[in-house]
């Protein structure tokens, strides 16, 4: 038996967030959100760390929940 290496490179990373396969921000790692900005544009977005996978050329305006710790 052999052991089957579980190393993605960046397209197939990018392939599966964009699928809905992963929900895993590529940058640090949290859960990102689906959000819709103008025009029905399709985002992603991670609310930890800002990152944004948008559709097209053009950086929708969209507004992240603030991220809130526990004290």
């Known amino acids: 038996m052999t052991v089957a290496p579980l190393n993605r490179t960046?397209?197939?990373e990018l392939a599966a967030?964009?699928?809905?396969?992963?929900?895993?921000?590529?940058?640090?790692?949290?859960?990102v959100l689906q959000v819709r900005g103008a025009l029905e544009t399709f985002s992603l977005a991670c609310p930890e760390c800002r990152a944004?996978?948008?559709?097209?050329?053009?950086?929708?305006?969209?507004?992240l929940p603030s991220v809130v710790q526990a004290g």
């Open 17 to 31: 967030l964009v699928r809905g396969v992963s929900l895993e921000c590529l940058v640090c790692g949290e859960f």
């Open 10 to 12: 960046l397209d197939q």
């Open 52 to 63: 944004i996978l948008a559709e097209g050329r053009d950086l929708p305006e969209v507004e």
